[in-house]
């Protein structure tokens, strides 16, 4: 599985968002701010999996969990002054597999596999973080685009990291952070999906599959 593939499969999808529609926007504040908070008890659990002949990457996790200190509540925050509180949109069960799925690989497949993860977050923040940052900006201003401000600066050096250490990965691994970067990729994408059918009446844009979008360009 190539790596860039996947990045690119969530770039197409935060393409087909209707990020001017306030709806989808807020829809996908709350659904961002309900796995935020899962972040740091996620980034905490794997981090204490690791053994004493990894306390690099141990501390690692350490660091980063501290980093993710009350990120959700940016996107909360994002999301009040649209006009609109956590109430008027519930957790989507995509949004609740996201995260319950790495709970569950660090458990019973492996710490190292929540790499997957990292990589297909923070790629995608590099990939299109700052687009998105523009767009929400754009369209409904600075104090709604807090959470993606953050996000598109910081994740850079994150993922310098997080490819040093997959370039040292202990043997069988590479595997199970492949998997669980094709599941975590499945969910927000899915996710992503319940976001634009969010949209108000006529904002829903029309989508195609890839072969379809081939042929139309
Ligand atoms: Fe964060």
């Not at 109430?87 to 790499?115: C, G, L, M, N």
């Not at 310098?160 to 669980?180: D, F, R, T, W, Y």
């Not at 904002?203 to 890839?210: G, L």
Request: overall charge neutral.
């Amino acid at each position: 599985m190539k790596v860039n593939d996947k990045i690119a499969e969530l770039v197409e999808s935060v393409e087909q968002v209707p990020w001017r529609d306030k709806k989808a926007t807020a829809a996908f504040l709350a659904q961002t701010y309900y796995y935020s908070r899962h972040t740091t008890r996620v980034l905490a659990l794997a981090g204490s999996r690791f053994d004493f002949d990894n306390h690099n990457v141990h501390q690692r996790f350490i660091r980063h969990c501290a980093e993710e200190m009350n990120h959700e509540r940016l996107a909360d925050r994002d999301l009040a002054s649209l006009g609109y509180s956590l109430k008027d949109f519930p957790e989507f069960p995509s949004t609740r597999a996201f995260y319950q799925t790495h709970y569950h690989t660090i458990e019973h497949v492996s710490p190292w596999s929540i790499f997957g993860y990292i990589v297909a977050l923070e790629g995608l923040a590099v990939a299109k973080g700052e687009w998105l940052y523009n767009e929400i900006r754009q369209h409904h201003g600075e104090k709604a685009a807090s959470f993606m401000k953050v996000h598109a600066a910081d994740d850079i050096e994150h993922v310098k990291e997080a490819e040093k250490i997959l370039a040292s990965l202990p043997p069988g691994e590479m595997k199970n952070v492949e998997q669980h970067l094709e599941t975590t990729c499945f969910l927000y994408r899915a996710m992503l999906g319940e976001v634009a059918a969010c949209a108000s009446k006529g904002q829903k844009i029309v989508t195609f599959d890839r072969h379809e979008r081939k042929k139309a360009v």
